[in-house]
């Protein structure tokens, strides 16, 4: 079979028998070379440095000279920090939830990731709708902090500077409590007036709040290290 040479235009014979014998397109190895060193020459172009190059941030024209990085997408290294910073502005821009707080129903903006899980707008709300729960569910705790906590934190120290820093039953100057004489700290009628708020120290405020009911040869007593330090018997005359 004859086919024409690409390089230098003559008819050349092609065994058939061979393996290659339709891919063959030079007549003779000159040509094969002719051929390889036009190719390598079109296919090489001389860079001309340097380089002009405008940065993807700033959009300022920059040059790159001979040996320097031709990949280089910005003028300095300021600009591919900004860059680098606007990117991740961005992502956590889009994966951003419009969502309404529970407690203050003011709209606030979750993270993709947490919305699912994200009911309030801050610390503070959450917080709040805490104790509030608490506080439906009955928790005496609960009770206590939503009622007098805050008050009770003023009246303390002004409280132990009227009764002179000392405790009003065995004078002690250490470790002193503000004690409620109709016990209604722990309740939630709580009576915080300075008439009912009295100093004990932490020895016969434990002492005050052991006050037990015993039964001694058919007589009721009350029973507690408080009657010893006040000097008085837990007498009430209740026969059986």
């Given at each position: 079979m004859k086919k024409k040479c690409e390089e230098c235009g003559k008819e050349f014979e092609v065994d058939e028998t061979k393996r290659n014998w339709m891919h063959k397109k030079l007549c003779?190895?000159?040509?094969?070379?002719?051929?390889?060193?036009?190719?390598?020459?079109?296919?090489?172009?001389?860079?001309?440095?340097?380089?002009?190059?405008?940065?993807?941030?700033?959009?300022?024209?920059?040059?790159?000279?001979?040996?320097?990085?031709?990949?280089?997408?910005?003028?300095?290294?300021?600009?591919?920090?900004?860059?680098?910073?606007?990117?991740?502005?961005?992502?956590?821009?889009?994966?951003?939830?419009?969502?309404?707080?529970?407690?203050?129903?003011?709209?606030?903006?979750?993270?993709?990731?947490?919305?699912?899980?994200?009911?309030?707008?801050?610390?503070?709300?959450?917080?709040?709708?805490?104790?509030?729960?608490?506080?439906?569910?009955?928790?005496?705790r609960a009770k206590i902090r939503n009622t007098y906590k805050y008050d009770f934190k003023q009246l303390r120290p002004q409280v132990i500077d009227r009764d002179g820093n000392k405790c009003t039953i065995c004078g002690s100057t250490e470790q002193l409590h503000a004690h409620h004489w109709d016990n209604s700290g722990g309740t939630e009628e709580v009576n915080n007036d300075m008439d009912n708020l009295v100093t004990l120290c932490v020895g016969c405020h434990n002492a005050i709040h052991k006050i037990t009911l015993v039964q001694i040869a058919g007589e009721w007593k009350l029973d507690g290290k408080i009657f010893e330090l006040l000097g008085l018997t837990g007498e009430l005359n209740i026969k059986q």
């Open positions: 003779s190895a000159e040509c094969q070379r002719l051929h390889s060193n036009k190719k390598s020459r079109l296919k090489y172009t001389p860079i001309q440095w340097p380089q002009k190059k405008i940065c993807l941030h700033c959009g300022n024209e920059f040059l790159i000279h001979e040996g320097g990085n031709m990949a280089q997408k910005y003028c300095d290294m300021e600009c591919q920090l900004e860059a680098k910073q606007k990117r991740r502005l961005d992502e956590l821009e889009a994966r951003k939830v419009a969502k309404v707080c529970e407690c203050c129903g003011i709209a606030f903006v979750a993270g993709k990731f947490t919305a699912h899980k994200q009911r309030f707008c801050s610390l503070e709300c959450r917080i709040k709708s805490k104790n509030k729960a608490r506080y439906k569910s009955g928790t005496d």
